[in-house]
């Protein structure tokens, strides 16, 4: 593979905004041509999605309002990996908390960077199968709606835009390719 | 489909950092829950990749250093729609910029949101085929390597976790569907 080096230089860096879940930061760089300039970075915790898939081969996804985007997105389970938890208990936890559901396999889809050009965001995919419901459905409440389609009806989502998140498309296209054989 | 509402209500919104490639915004908002609080929103310009696929049924790959994510990252070509363009004009200017190319055949791959829960970020995907180059391969720049690979070894690479870029996995992936037939 041809060698690609970081030809970046960083001269020095400045917090400009942050609150819980998000910091910005302002940097002052040398850039690959050798100019000055600034990057501003936009710093998020790790990010996590779960491919919930049950043994009648159904997907659960939640609906909700996304506030950013100003759209409704259908989403499969996601979180962020929280200081002490290593990904998978991350994982393990929403998966509970989000859909009352415990599962006993999990197969690492690997990771992504949804924004690499402006956010340092890390998502990392499961599959979890094996599941089992711990609590009662999850109800609807002002923030989610959940729902199981059949694998195939999430895939044909995909196709007709009606998943657009990008945790989504990527961790069920790579389970699509597994289950394919690639 | 379950009735979703945007059940947010936004009181205020102040500028909280501006540079040329991105503004942040931090929202007084009213949550779901009745609650007040805060919500940071990064804007962005809308996003293009464009998976560019020759005859003999390679595609281009850009290899560069991302800074926000420090590593070296193999991507589709991309850039982002810029005002007073189409997105397809943007892509036609972004294919013949960063790779010297122009294309008859324009398919539209949809569009996603790469980080819908901070980002308004929308990404606006397409296949390009039809081929011709206008001017001399690219060279490798300070920034930029490019690459031409067998579709299937750009496959490969997103299943060994060597492309990793969001852009790039959703558009490949959603080609390879459409290449299957779905």
Same mark, same amino acid.
């Given at each position: 593979?041809?060698?690609?080096?970081?030809?970046?230089?960083?001269?020095?860096?400045?917090?400009?905004?942050?609150?819980?879940?998000?910091?910005?930061?302002?940097?002052?760089?040398?850039?690959?041509?050798?100019?000055?300039?600034?990057? *501003?970075?936009?710093?998020?915790?790790?990010?996590? *999605?779960?491919?919930?898939?049950?043994?009648?081969?159904?997907?659960?996804?939640?609906?909700?309002?996304?506030?950013?985007?100003?759209?409704?997105?259908?989403?499969?389970?996601?979180?962020?990996?929280? /200081?002490?938890?290593?990904?998978?208990?991350?994982?393990?936890?929403?998966?509970?908390?989000?859909?009352?559901?415990?599962?006993?396999?999990?197969?690492?889809?690997?990771?992504?960077?949804?924004?690499?050009?402006?956010?340092?965001?890390?998502?990392?995919?499961?599959?979890?199968?094996?599941?089992?419901?711990?609590?009662?459905?999850?109800?609807?409440?002002?923030?989610?709606? /959940?729902?199981?389609? /059949?694998?195939?009806?999430?895939?044909?989502?995909?196709?007709?835009?009606?998943?657009?998140?990008?945790?989504?498309?990527?961790?069920?296209?790579?389970?699509?390719?597994?289950?394919?054989?690639?």
């Amino acid at each position: 593979m041809t060698d690609i080096k970081n030809n970046w230089r960083r001269l020095d860096s400045r917090e400009v905004y942050r609150n819980p879940w998000v910091r910005v930061r302002e940097d002052q760089v040398i850039r690959p041509d050798g100019n000055p300039g600034i990057y *501003g970075v936009v710093e998020f915790k790790m990010g996590l *999605g779960i491919v919930a898939l049950d043994e009648a081969d159904h997907v659960w996804l939640l609906g909700q309002y996304r506030y950013p985007v100003d759209a409704i997105s259908w989403e499969i389970i996601n979180g962020t990996v929280e /200081p002490g938890e290593t990904a998978l208990e991350s994982a393990q936890r929403e998966l509970s908390e989000e859909a009352g559901l415990a599962a006993t396999e999990w197969t690492d889809l690997g990771r992504f960077h949804p924004s690499a050009g402006i956010t340092n965001e890390v998502a990392q995919l499961y599959l979890a199968r094996g599941l089992s419901q711990h609590a009662a459905d999850p109800e609807a409440t002002e923030e989610f709606v /959940p729902r199981r389609v /059949p694998f195939s009806e999430a895939l044909a989502m995909i196709d007709r835009g009606e998943i657009l998140d990008s945790y989504s498309i990527v961790a069920l296209l790579k389970v699509d390719r597994l289950r394919r054989g690639r």
